[in-house]
């Protein structure tokens, strides 16, 4: 097997997607999952409803295969990151922190469809999922009890830290579909 070369965890170059998860990803975030056909993903991928299901069985394996090549993705790039940054705590944290923050800022629109399609997964799959994401932020969990050993002293305090740097980086996604405006029409009234 051959070695990544070092940093390559940071080289985002465009989403290289087989074409039907590539369909798939752009009708979720124009209309969601459910309101997402499968005769509009195969016209999208150029494909005929018969076709699509030649090589996804349902709407469901198109969900499960786009989630599981991005956390496939999102894991390899983060634990690529921990791994080059050798061993000093601040150091590990800073890696792990950047390469969740190109991950979301390079590839929004799956974590996007990731973060709000969790409810649309299938009870056969949902544990997998839950389990790349769990093993994800344990990554940041770790990296953080080393880092601030003390403010992670307790089982009640031992996630904050971790959890707040987590919900950072997902803040810094869009919080709307992209291709919605993102701005108020009105301004929001100031509060004492």
């Keep these: ?16 997607l087989p074409a039907p998860l590539s369909a798939a990803l752009e009708a979720f975030m124009e209309h ?17 409803v018969p076709g699509l299901y030649h090589h996804y069985p349902s709407k469901q394996s198109l969900l499960q295969g786009l989630l599981e090549l991005t956390m496939t993705d999102l894991l390899r ?49 949902r544990p997998t999922y839950i389990g790349h994401r769990t093993r994800q932020q344990r990554m940041v969990d770790e990296i953080v009890s080393t880092v601030w050993p003390r403010a992670c002293s307790t089982r009640r305090t031992r996630r904050a830290p971790a959890r707040a740097v987590a919900t950072y980086v997902r803040r810094h996604r869009p919080a709307r579909r992209p291709s919605r405006p993102t701005c108020r029409t009105r301004p929001r009234p100031h509060r004492r």
């Design 1 to 16: 097997m051959t070695r990544q070369t070092t940093g390559s965890w940071r080289d985002y170059g465009a989403v290289h």
């Design 32 to 48: 969601g999952y459910h309101g997402t056909s499968v005769r509009d993903i195969a016209s999208r991928a150029g494909l005929s």
């Design 77 to 125: 790039r983060s634990a690529q990151a921990i791994e080059e940054a050798g061993d000093d705590p601040l150091t590990r944290f800073d890696a792990v922190v950047e390469s969740l923050l190109r991950f979301h800022m390079f590839r929004r629109e799956q974590a996007f469809v990731g973060s709000t399609e969790l409810r649309s997964l299938d009870d056969e799959y």
